[in-house]
């Protein structure tokens, strides 16, 4: 790969500006978790001018619904889900500070025009390879939701969560121009 | 006569989604590897390997591949000369999920209603199940786990004869172009072809079942896979959609006889984690 880029959270701009796509990046900090059922409600606040159950800026959230804990661990398997379902909702939540995202499979044009402007990033974790990820994450708690079940917003506590940068500030695009490439 | 108590089958269906969503099968060990091999992006060739990466360590965790452990899917075969006692056999199959979903600490993905409520039903039931009658006295219980996010991408479309075999192969390649890294590639390609509609999308998923390294029985039909599946790694989406040249590892067509008129075929995408096990009682 070419490139291994350490991040740390909430996100600077001066860290973003560097990541271009296909780097190899791994995260240290706190992220939250959001599937659909969360993406709504967190919108729905947004519209109704209430605040959010965590403050927003500068944070990535992460596409997941992760598997039942076992005794003992932090969090069960903990691989992202398919973006796309998130991307109605992403642009209201990037207006309101968000500056990464974490999740599988590309980003429509308005999300990612919504990255350009707000300087924000989308990063590929590997679908399917939920044990992996689940080694970075050494701390889970349910901080909103908790009727949601698996859909529940969690606070994570991660270290070194591996990912790929997708799309970086400036509007590029992985899944675009990777796939450009090795077509025949 | 052979009677069968259904509660005998609660624990098999425990074990079987329990397992399912732990081991992964040889066949998609083997694939993976051949492709790797072939593969030419560094990025592609890294994350098959962190997909090994994660095989071993579920086993080694005893943690399910996939955070998402899927809604159960039945195949079940039941001999006619089985009678069948003590209790709903539907039922017993749903308790045996209810059971293996907690258990083996796996997620509970099924909400009760598709839209109005969508409220999670917190065990995992219920259970799809598709029966067959067969000749015997034994009981075969094929469980596939499927994932969400890769069944998002399939699709049934009613065509006509005069499209051919190339318009059902261009049908299937554009499914899988449109699919792009959404279903978390490398995938699997099931094809059903004629039947009816729902006929159709049955064969499909049915497909699936057939080990990856086994050919189609039918030479005809090996070659359209064959074909089905360079073109579909030719178009460069490859692992995860970042670009590559292992879209798909395989494509598994079954296909049967249909009405003069119609021409259904049905394109079921499956994951690299693709979870079936079957028992036999
Ligand atoms: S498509 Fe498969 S690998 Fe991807 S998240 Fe769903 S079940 Fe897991």
Same mark, same amino acid.
Request: aromatic share 6%; net charge neutral; charged share 25%.
């Given at each position: 790969?070419?490139?291994?880029?350490?991040?740390?959270?909430?996100? +600077?701009?001066?860290?973003?500006?560097?990541?271009?796509?296909?780097?190899?990046?791994?995260?240290?900090?706190?992220?939250?978790?959001?599937?659909?059922?969360?993406?709504?409600?967190?919108?729905?606040?947004?519209?109704?001018?209430?605040?959010? %159950?965590?403050?927003?800026?500068?944070?990535?959230?992460?596409?997941?619904?992760?598997?039942?804990?076992? %005794?003992?661990?932090?969090?069960?398997?903990?691989?992202?889900?398919?973006?796309?379902?998130?991307? %109605?909702?992403?642009?209201?939540?990037?207006?309101?500070?968000?500056?990464?995202?974490?999740?599988?499979?590309?980003?429509?044009?308005?999300?990612?025009?919504?990255?350009?402007?707000?300087?924000?990033?989308?990063?590929?974790?590997?679908?399917?390879?939920?044990?992996?990820?689940?080694?970075?994450? +050494?701390?889970? +708690?349910?901080?909103?939701?908790?009727?949601?079940? %698996?859909?529940?917003?969690?606070?994570?506590?991660?270290?070194?969560?591996?990912?790929?940068?997708?799309?970086?500030?400036?509007?590029?695009?992985?899944?675009?121009?990777?796939?450009?490439?090795?077509?025949? | 006569?052979?009677?069968?108590?259904?509660?005998?089958?609660?624990?098999?269906?425990?074990?079987?989604?329990?397992?399912?969503?732990?081991?992964?099968?040889?066949?998609?060990?083997?694939?993976?590897?051949?492709?790797?091999?072939?593969?030419?992006?560094?990025?592609?060739?890294?994350?098959?390997?962190?997909?090994?990466?994660?095989?071993?360590?579920?086993?080694?965790?005893?943690?399910?591949?996939?955070?998402?452990?899927?809604?159960?899917?039945?195949?079940?075969?039941?001999?006619?000369?089985?009678?069948?006692?003590?209790?709903?056999?539907?039922?017993? $199959?749903?308790?045996?999920?209810?059971?293996?979903?907690?258990?083996?600490?796996?997620?509970?993905?099924?909400?009760?209603?598709?839209?109005?409520?969508?409220?999670?039903?917190?065990?995992?039931?219920?259970?799809?199940?598709?029966?067959?009658?067969?000749?015997?006295?034994?009981?075969?219980?094929?469980?596939? #786990?499927?994932?969400?996010?890769?069944?998002?991408?399939?699709?049934?479309?009613?065509?006509?004869?005069?499209?051919? $075999?190339?318009?059902?192969?261009?049908?299937?390649?554009?499914?899988?172009?449109?699919?792009?890294?959404?279903?978390?590639?490398?995938?699997?390609?099931?094809?059903?072809?004629?039947?009816?509609?729902?006929?159709?999308?049955?064969?499909?998923?049915?497909?699936?079942?057939?080990? &990856?390294?086994?050919? *189609?029985?039918?030479?005809?039909? #090996?070659?359209?896979?064959?074909?089905?599946?360079?073109?579909?790694?030719?178009?460069?989406?490859?692992?995860?959609? &970042?670009?590559?040249?292992?879209?798909?590892?395989?494509?598994?067509?079954?296909?049967?006889?249909?009405?003069?008129?119609?021409?259904?075929?049905?394109? *079921?995408?499956?994951?690299?984690?693709?979870?079936?096990?079957? #028992?036999?009682?």
């Amino acid at each position: 790969m070419p490139g291994t880029k350490y991040l740390q959270t909430p996100l +600077k701009d001066d860290n973003l500006k560097e990541l271009k796509i296909g780097d190899k990046v791994l995260i240290t900090g706190t992220i939250y978790t959001a599937r659909d059922a969360a993406h709504k409600r967190l919108v729905d606040l947004i519209e109704a001018g209430k605040e959010l %159950p965590f403050d927003i800026k500068g944070q990535i959230i992460y596409f997941v619904g992760p598997s039942p804990a076992r %005794p003992g661990m932090p969090i069960g398997s903990a691989g992202p889900t398919t973006s796309y379902r998130m991307d %109605p909702y992403s642009p209201i939540l990037l207006d309101a500070g968000l500056k990464g995202m974490i999740g599988k499979g590309p980003r429509n044009k308005e999300v990612i025009d919504s990255m350009i402007k707000n300087k924000a990033v989308y990063l590929a974790a590997i679908g399917g390879a939920a044990v992996v990820m689940a080694q970075s994450i +050494k701390e889970a +708690k349910v901080i909103a939701y908790e009727d949601l079940g %698996p859909e529940a917003i969690r606070e994570l506590k991660v270290e070194n969560f591996p990912c790929i940068v997708a799309n970086n500030i400036y509007g590029n695009d992985l899944f675009d121009e990777g796939v450009r490439k090795y077509k025949k | 006569m052979r009677e069968i108590d259904v509660k005998e089958i609660i624990p098999i269906v425990r074990k079987l989604c329990i397992d399912a969503s732990i081991y992964i099968g040889k066949d998609v060990v083997e694939k993976l590897k051949e492709f790797q091999e072939k593969e030419e992006s560094p990025i592609a060739k890294e994350i098959i390997s962190i997909i090994f990466e994660n095989q071993r360590l579920a086993v080694e965790k005893q943690m399910p591949l996939c955070q998402d452990t899927g809604v159960a899917v039945f195949f079940i075969e039941l001999g006619q000369d089985v009678h069948l006692v003590g209790g709903d056999f539907y039922e017993a $199959i749903n308790e045996g999920v209810r059971q293996g979903y907690k258990e083996g600490y796996l997620r509970k993905s099924m909400v009760d209603d598709p839209i109005i409520e969508r409220k999670n039903t917190r065990d995992n039931t219920p259970a799809l199940i598709y029966l067959d009658i067969v000749p015997g006295d034994e009981i075969k219980i094929t469980l596939a #786990a499927k994932g969400g996010g890769s069944e998002n991408m399939s699709e049934v479309k009613m065509m006509k004869a005069a499209d051919g $075999i190339e318009g059902v192969i261009d049908f299937v390649v554009d499914r899988v172009k449109r699919s792009g890294g959404n279903p978390c590639p490398p995938i699997i390609v099931g094809v059903g072809l004629g039947g009816d509609f729902e006929q159709s999308a049955l064969l499909a998923k049915k497909s699936l079942l057939r080990s &990856l390294t086994e050919k *189609n029985s039918g030479t005809k039909w #090996a070659k359209v896979e064959d074909e089905i599946l360079e073109r579909v790694n030719n178009l460069g989406i490859g692992p995860q959609g &970042l670009g590559g040249r292992t879209t798909a590892i395989a494509v598994n067509i079954l296909h049967k006889a249909c009405h003069i008129a119609c021409m259904p075929v049905a394109v *079921n995408i499956q994951c690299h984690v693709h979870r079936h096990k079957t #028992a036999v009682i």
